[in-house]
């Protein structure tokens, strides 16, 4: 790329514009005759065009090559990547918990170390979301991917990863989340060696920032701190491969130049990251806990008003100060799916066994909260205010169901005693006649 320094735009969902050569980008209009520089238009549009104006996500581009120079697609080997409906085995209402995916020895890209957890909704109807891990100890070399099933939010839980788009670098770390849009081109190079994380592939709207209702115009994620790249494009020929995601099937093609040729680019609709540490946290300062929509950093909405596609809510760093209250989560069961991740330290619901890289998934009625000790500790603890110090988790939670895949039930990761840190749950009543 000719311009490396890795600049970055902000403001969530802006109309931006950004050439890495002067005057590359057209004036007045989007469509000239000639575009300056013998460069091609193309409009990349995230939104139907007719969606409403206050929804409505493109980006025009403006590269040395139109997208349609390539070759035709053939079909590949999906490895352990799946779409929804995962229909391969039946979904238990099971409370699910799975240890990290092992980082391999071999030589593994981003693309081959993609291992599919779960997935809900319906890939082609374009509503739910796939939920993936990644492992990869190698750059992608000489191939590009996109992915035309949905946006992808990553949130990566060890190492960095430079993600190489077509509207330009960002780069992301553990505690930190980037997320590309639908059908975007792009590479994943690996800076510092071996990477994990996790992967919500959104097949529906794409995300947005949740209302602030009554708690103002400031807080929770602000939109001045999401980062968007400056364009930069490679100039390179070659025999090159793009990868391409489409209707839950990996397809391959032929490319002799790097599609990541994007000289100039104005629009919103482009891939952007966030440091979750940013998160202005909100919660009680009286009693009781509230629900985890408090710290909801971005939601993609289904048709119903408050009911998500996905919500993508964060457990990080916070003062905890309710007063007669039992602070953690507290015992339920819900409506919505939860699938939970956990980036660094440990979740106040459970001590033991949810470790950094593993996950847990809580069906749509599916009872869960504290284990045992947990509850125990909690329920005689003397409630000074405490700092929940080094922990971030997250969770994916949606209106579907969470199918998860025949690997995630009976791969080697998945925790088959899990259940039993509810088992020492003690009866205490004390009201017998
Ligand atoms: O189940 C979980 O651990 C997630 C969660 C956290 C919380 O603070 C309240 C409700 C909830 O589902
Ligand atoms: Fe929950």
């Known amino acids: 790329m000719t311009n490396n320094s890795l600049e970055y735009m902000t403001g969530f969902g802006n109309e931006f514009e950004t050439e ?3 005057n590359a980008l057209p004036i007045g209009q989007f469509s000239p005759q000639k575009v300056n520089y013998g460069l091609y238009a193309e409009q990349f549009s995230s939104t139907a065009f007719t969606a409403p104006r206050s929804e409505n996500r493109r980006t025009w581009l403006y590269r040395i090559r139109p997208s349609v120079v390539q070759g035709d697609y053939q079909l590949m080997d999906n490895g352990l990547l799946r779409s929804a409906p995962i229909t391969e085995v039946p979904t238990p209402p099971t409370m699910l918990r799975w240890n990290p995916v092992t980082i391999p020895e071999q030589a593994t890209d981003f693309i081959d170390g993609l291992v599919t957890m779960a997935a809900n909704g319906s890939v082609n109807g374009q509503a739910g979301i796939g939920i993936h891990i990644y492992v990869a100890n190698q750059s992608m070399e000489g191939r590009y991917f996109y992915n035309a099933d949905g946006e992808m939010l990553f949130v990566p839980q060890q190492g960095r990863l430079r993600l190489k788009t077509e509207c330009g670098i960002l780069e992301v770390r553990a505690g930190e989340i980037a997320v590309i849009p639908r059908g975007m081109k792009f590479s994943v190079e690996l800076p510092d060696g071996p990477v994990r994380g996790y992967i919500c592939e959104n097949y529906g709207n794409p995300y947005i920032l949740p209302e602030r209702g009554p708690v103002g115009a400031n807080g929770y994620a602000n939109d001045r701190d999401f980062q968007y790249p400056v364009a930069a494009f490679e100039d390179i ?8 995601k489409f209707s839950g099937q990996l397809y391959r093609a032929d490319i002799k130049h790097s599609p990541l040729d994007v000289v100039a680019w104005t629009g919103n609709s482009a891939p952007y ?18 629900d985890p929509s408090i710290f909801t950093v971005l939601t993609s909405p289904s048709g119903t008003p408050g009911v998500a596609n996905v919500d993508f809510a964060i457990f990080p760093e916070r003062w905890m100060v309710a007063e007669h209250t039992f602070r953690p989560p507290y015992y339920h069961r819900n409506i919505m799916s939860e699938f939970m991740g956990l980036i660094k330290g440990v979740y106040d619901a459970k001590e033991a066994g949810f470790v950094p890289g593993g996950s847990s998934l809580h069906n749509c009625m599916s009872p869960h909260g504290p284990e045992a000790e947990v509850f125990e500790k909690a329920s005689n603890a003397e409630l000074e205010p405490v700092r929940y110090q080094d922990t971030l988790a997250f969770m994916f939670e949606s209106r579907y169901i969470i199918a ?3 690997y995630a039930l009976e791969g080697q990761e998945r925790q088959d005693d899990y259940l039993d840190c509810w088992k020492g749950i003690k009866k205490h009543f004390n009201g017998a006649k």
């Open 273 to 290: 990251k966030y440091d979750l540490a940013r998160f202005n946290v909100m919660n009680t300062v009286s009693y009781d806990h509230p």
């Open 237 to 244: 020929e070659g025999d090159f491969e793009i990868v391409a």
């Open 20 to 22: 890495a050569l002067e």
């Open 404 to 406: 998860p895949t025949k």
